[in-house]
């Protein structure tokens, strides 16, 4: 039953890659996916594809025709600060994320 949830365990934290595994035959009748499911799985995987293409190419346009260029500034001592503290943030939001992506596939 797919509102039980628990056999839709799957070990992969990528959404394209569980979209991709919708598809497979095994995990069809494992996961008990309808056309219906597996078709809106593969929609919203193109929209998040289209979404972030979109937002990089809005970036790359405004690159190449902003008037204002980029330079970094004189000193590099704010961009080593912003690097380790983009990253450990990055790292200390994980579990967070993850954990909440849990509670919210028992959402419906």
């Known amino acids: 039953m797919l509102a039980d949830k628990k056999d839709l365990e799957c070990e992969e934290d990528d959404f394209f890659a569980l979209a991709a ?3 497979t035959k095994h995990n069809v009748d494992k996961w008990m996916l309808t056309p219906e499911k597996r078709s809106h799985i593969l ?5 998040i594809a289209f979404i972030t293409f979109a937002m990089l190419g809005c970036i790359i346009w405004e690159k190449m025709t902003s008037s204002v260029k980029f330079a970094f500034p004189e000193s590099y001592s ?8 983009a990253i450990a943030l990055h790292i200390t939001l994980y579990p967070e994320v ?3 992506m849990e509670i919210m ?4």
């Not at 929609?43 to 929209?47: I, L, T």
């Not at 704010?78 to 503290?85: H, T």
């Open 43 to 47: 929609y919203s995987g193109f929209g």
């Open 98 to 100: 993850a954990h909440g």
């Open 78 to 85: 704010v961009f080593l600060v912003k690097v380790p503290c």
């Open 105 to 108: 596939k028992f959402a419906h």
């Open 21 to 23: 595994l919708c598809f």
